[in-house]
């Protein structure tokens, strides 16, 4: 049965500071992973996907790398801003079956 | 090209009452699923679907039933509704994965916020 963990659960950073959010998944059987944001009371945004062949993508100044062997996704945002304050979620999308498994989240606090 | 459509927004529910929530798409997609999102618990798979005709459970299928007889839609039935089912209700769909082609990524709703009093 396919886990996914985020650490840490929740970060607060002052406006300006490079952080990493993490993503661990059990199986590294799948088809790919993605990373979303969702705002309080919203749905969720896609950010990047990244493919089981890929190592990163980038989109701005989102990075994400993505390790399967070791069950390891990251999640790099750089001179973070307030408005990137929300939960940032990953989701791995298993070959078995095709299920999609949701990480619990970690919630971004960027302070001014 | 209105994506993934949930409906309703909100929703009160009495104990024991039945309700259906709707999810369309219109992207052709064949995977579609619904999630449900609680604080604490993160977003839990309920069922899911890869394609017209074809439904599957997820981790907590219990009190819902779902059913595919189109494409483009995936409505999820609660059958005698308990305040344990109060929640936001996500519905998602995207193409299906297959080996040796691409990899594609998720699309979600809106949400249903739904209580059960």
């Known amino acids: 049965k396919q886990e996914v963990t985020q650490i840490p659960a929740a970060l607060s950073v002052p406006e300006g500071e490079n952080l990493v959010l993490n993503c661990s998944f059990t199986?590294?059987?799948?088809?790919?992973l993605q990373w979303f944001r969702q705002d309080p009371g919203k749905g969720l945004t896609s950010l990047l996907l990244?493919?089981?062949?890929?190592r990163e993508q980038t989109s701005g100044r989102l990075n994400a790398s993505l390790d399967k062997s070791s069950g390891r996704s990251t999640l790099y945002i750089a001179a973070s801003q307030p408005g990137d304050s929300a939960t940032y979620l990953c989701?791995?999308?298993?070959?078995?079956?095709?299920?999609?498994?949701f990480g619990p989240g970690t919630s971004l606090s960027v302070i001014p | 090209n209105a994506g993934v459509t949930q409906t309703p927004k909100f929703q009160v529910l009495k104990t024991g009452q039945s309700m259906t929530l709707q999810c369309a798409q219109d992207?052709?997609?064949?995977?579609m699923s619904w999630y449900r999102q609680d604080p604490g618990m993160g977003l839990r798979l309920i069922h899911y679907?890869?394609?017209?005709?074809?439904?599957d459970q997820g981790e907590v299928p219990n009190g819902y039933n779902v059913s595919r007889s189109t494409t483009e839609d995936f409505p999820l039935r609660l059958l005698s509704a308990a305040p344990s089912q109060t929640s936001v209700y996500f519905c998602?769909?995207?193409?299906?994965?297959?080996?040796?082609?691409?990899?594609?990524?998720?699309?979600f709703g809106s949400g249903t916020r739904l209580t059960v009093v």
């Open positions: 998602a769909s995207s193409l299906k994965s297959r080996w040796g082609s691409s990899n594609y990524g998720y699309t």
């Open positions: 199986d590294s059987a799948i088809y790919n």
């Open positions: 990244i493919q089981s062949s890929q």
């Open positions: 989701a791995v999308r298993g070959t078995s079956y095709d299920k999609v498994i």
């Open positions: 992207m052709n997609h064949e995977y």
């Open positions: 679907s890869v394609g017209a005709g074809i439904t």
